[in-house]
């Protein structure tokens, strides 16, 4: 950044234009509400680059869209990476209190019944993982009530568009303030104190987890086997309805019969009829979680 002038307003057009672009890469939509937002942070790249015209931004990146170098470092300003441990603890207490016990019965039952024994698979696919405290949390979890880890074969895929999520992600190091609401039975044994001001994941949280880029508007391309458990929170809320009804046939597509899904709390499951009909609601206190038939 070479100097710094005073931000010129975006016009409407021009958000329209900047609004369809972003959209069109990666299903996030920005509602006229958000204009002053898309503005600040648009304006804030444009410092960065020394490029104070919105439209010469617009054509930068049109042009630079097949490499995608500055796409991504404007929606890397543009994703909210809000997240927590243990966030919408219902789906922690039932994960832990029975559907893990349940699938993990179910599973090793399997296995004991083929001609050669071998580990039980149980796959899990956190889908928006931001900086990792969501798949971290279900492998901490998973560990309460797993016995010998020896004896399964576990795969917890986390994805994200976040390039800069997914490197804090698996670093799995966190401050104080993140770690301090988390119950002390878990921090005791799954977090390395390093010093007092920062925590780090434990290697046997951290074994499982295969954090990986995926920008969910390329769903289509993204070919991979099923999963028991599928985390899908708190990302639609950023998709317009028709890139919502889009995610949630691709997602539910990859959820095994009889697996679980989770999404938050404010993208209930019946608000998608069609697919809500394949689907038991379980509701739990504070919380909802949805069995495919
Ligand atoms: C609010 S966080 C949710 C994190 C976590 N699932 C939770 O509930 O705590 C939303 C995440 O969605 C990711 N995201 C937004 N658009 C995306 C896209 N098109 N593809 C993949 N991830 C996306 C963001 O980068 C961000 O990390």
Redesign the pocket.
């Known amino acids: 950044m070479l100097q710094s002038y005073p931000m010129t307003p975006l016009s409407l057009k021009e958000f329209e234009k900047f609004r369809d672009l972003i959209y069109q890469h990666?299903?996030?939509f920005f509602t006229e509400k958000k204009k002053a937002f898309l503005e600040s942070k648009l304006w804030q790249r444009m410092e960065v680059l020394d490029l104070f015209s919105y439209e010469a931004y617009y054509q930068l990146l049109k042009e630079e869209k097949a490499s995608s170098k500055e796409l991504s470092a404007l929606i890397e300003t543009l994703?909210?990476?809000?997240?927590?441990f243990f966030?919408?603890r219902g789906h922690f207490l039932e994960l832990e209190r029975s559907i893990f016990p349940k699938l993990l019965t179910q599973r090793s039952q399997e296995s004991w019944s083929l001609p050669l024994p071998q580990k039980s698979q149980i796959r899990i696919w956190?889908?928006?993982?931001?900086?990792g405290?969501?798949p971290y949390s279900i492998a901490m979890s998973l560990l309460e009530v797993l016995g010998d880890p020896a004896l399964w074969n576990i795969e917890i895929l986390a994805?994200?568009?976040?390039n800069s999520?997914l490197a804090k992600a698996q670093r799995g190091i966190y401050s104080k303030d993140k770690v301090k609401k988390v119950e002390s039975r878990y921090v005791d044994k799954y977090f390395k104190d390093l010093g007092g001001k920062e925590y780090q994941i434990a290697d046997e949280v951290r074994q499982w987890i295969r954090f990986q880029y995926?920008?969910?508007?390329d769903l289509d391309k993204f070919h991979s086997a099923s999963y028991d458990l599928i985390?899908?929170?708190?990302?639609l809320i950023?998709?317009d309805r028709k890139a919502q009804d889009l995610l949630m046939e691709r997602v539910t597509n990859l959820l095994l019969p009889g697996g679980y899904l989770f999404l938050?709390d404010a993208e209930p499951l019946h608000t998608f009829p069609q697919i809500a009909r394949q689907f038991e609601f379980i509701e739990i206190e504070d919380a909802m979680i949805y069995r495919k038939k």
Do not use: W
């Open positions: 990666t299903s996030l994703v909210i990476p809000e997240t927590s966030r919408i956190s889908v928006a993982c931001s900086t405290e969501e994805t994200d568009i976040s999520a995926l920008n969910l508007k985390f899908c929170r708190n990302v950023y998709f938050g």
